[in-house]
């Protein structure tokens, strides 16, 4: 089998994944690299041979010796790169999240509907390990029928990753609750069956707004993303625009009757994502969430406390980044678009991720009233309800 051919567009932090498509021999290559940097466009361009290199994405969409793009640029370009990739019938690999209004999603997923073009979104979570032992535990039926879901999300380095560049500024991604939050959110969906109808969220700017910040148009500081900042008072050199959140919690209804919630907080000292799930007839909860890591499932009792659970898991050993999941995503993403065929992610589910994230939002900025999710149109559905697409 020849390899597949990939253009990549962005060669930011996320080259990483563009790294794991890069497989001469065995299965995929970079082909052709795109940035709208010219320094990183040079710099990263060394890591997949000899490449075909330009700034503009157009460049990479007519060429017929590219099978494939991989968009991963910041989230305010996805639904424009998106439209135009599909437009040109390149099967197409999109970071997630798959936009940042539920507008920009639907206008994606119509593109693909209507060009018929393989559209795949890149929710590597539902490829880490310890995603993918809770929802064997839950299919198993250990813990019943799941009724409750519950997410706090430790972001550790929030201050580093997510306030010194475009991450901040709400015109480029509506807020982290949305950015952020789109992988859990999503990964709630799965672990419960049902995707959110209502919303509601309180959150607020509480550390990172009054901290100094760069000037506009000036890079990240020397050193990122490599080093860190402890306090998290002690930042200095922020991103000229910071007007999201760094707490946010949120509620949300599902349509299958389950409820959930889901916490952020990005001036915690560790970075870690801890979910429980509780069904009819017992309960789970992770401890860690990389390889090496357990989920434990308690489903006798009631007692009190027991840290021994009833059964504990440990998550699988996996290596390359996003704890091998970027490797599984990537071989997933490249069988798809050779041949179609199921996958484990969903571009609607992709969609009800961004749209609970999106109305959460509004939610918190207007004093924490609920917010109905806009369902999705019922012929888009139906559409990518077929699993050759
Ligand atoms: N799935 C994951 O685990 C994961 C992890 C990190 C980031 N992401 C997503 O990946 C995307 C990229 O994030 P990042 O952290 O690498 O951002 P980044 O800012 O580090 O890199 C983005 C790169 O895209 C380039 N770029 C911007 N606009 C462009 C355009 N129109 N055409 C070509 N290049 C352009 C920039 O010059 C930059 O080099 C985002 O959507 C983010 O949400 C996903």
Not at 304 to 321: H, N, Q
């Amino acid at each position: 089998m020849k390899d597949l051919r990939f253009g990549v567009v962005g060669l930011g932090l996320r080259v990483n994944l563009a790294e794991a498509a890069h497989r001469p021999g065995r299965g995929s290559v970079v082909a052709a690299v795109c940035d709208t940097d010219p320094e990183t466009l040079k710099r990263e361009a060394a890591r997949f041979g000899d490449p075909v290199t330009s700034p503009d994405h157009r460049d990479l969409l007519g060429r017929d010796d590219l099978d494939a793009i991989i968009v991963l640029t910041p989230d305010d370009t996805h639904e424009s790169i998106a439209v135009e990739c599909l437009q040109a019938g390149k099967p197409l690999y999109l970071e997630k999240p798959l936009a940042i209004t539920v507008e920009g999603c639907d206008a994606v997923l119509r593109a693909a509907r209507d060009t018929g073009t393989r559209l795949y979104v890149g929710h590597n979570m539902r490829h880490m390990g310890v995603v993918r032992l809770m929802r064997d535990i839950i299919r198993r039926g250990d813990i019943g029928e799941p009724k409750t879901v519950w997410v706090r999300h430790f972001v550790g380095y929030g201050g580093d990753y997510y306030f010194k560049d475009w991450h901040a500024d709400r015109t480029r991604t509506t807020g982290l609750l949305l950015q952020k939050a789109a992988h859990d959110l999503d990964v709630v969906h799965w672990l419960a069956g049902g995707y959110t109808t209502r919303v509601n969220a309180f959150g607020d700017l509480m550390v990172y707004g009054g901290l100094p910040r760069r000037e506009p148009g000036t890079p990240r500081p020397d050193g990122w993303p490599r080093d860190h900042t402890w306090p998290p008072t002690a930042h200095r050199d922020l991103h000229h625009v910071v007007d999201v959140e760094d707490v946010s919690v949120m509620n949300m209804v599902l349509d299958n009757g389950v409820i959930a919630a889901y916490q952020q907080c990005h001036f915690t000292p560790d970075y870690v994502r801890n979910y429980t799930v509780i069904g009819t007839e017992g309960r789970l909860e992770n401890f860690g969430d990389g390889p090496g890591a357990t989920v434990k499932v308690w489903n006798t009792g009631p007692t009190g406390y027991r840290p021994d659970a009833d059964i504990t898991y440990r998550v699988p050993d996996a290596t390359g980044s996003h704890g091998g999941a970027d490797t599984r995503i990537i071989e997933e993403f490249a069988r798809f678009a050779r041949e179609g065929g199921p996958v484990d992610t969903s571009p609607v589910a992709a969609r009800m991720s961004v749209a609970a994230g999106y109305m959460a939002t509004r939610s918190l900025r207007d004093g924490g009233a609920p917010y109905d999710v806009p369902p999705l149109d019922p012929s888009l559905v139906a559409y990518f309800a077929d699993d050759r697409r």
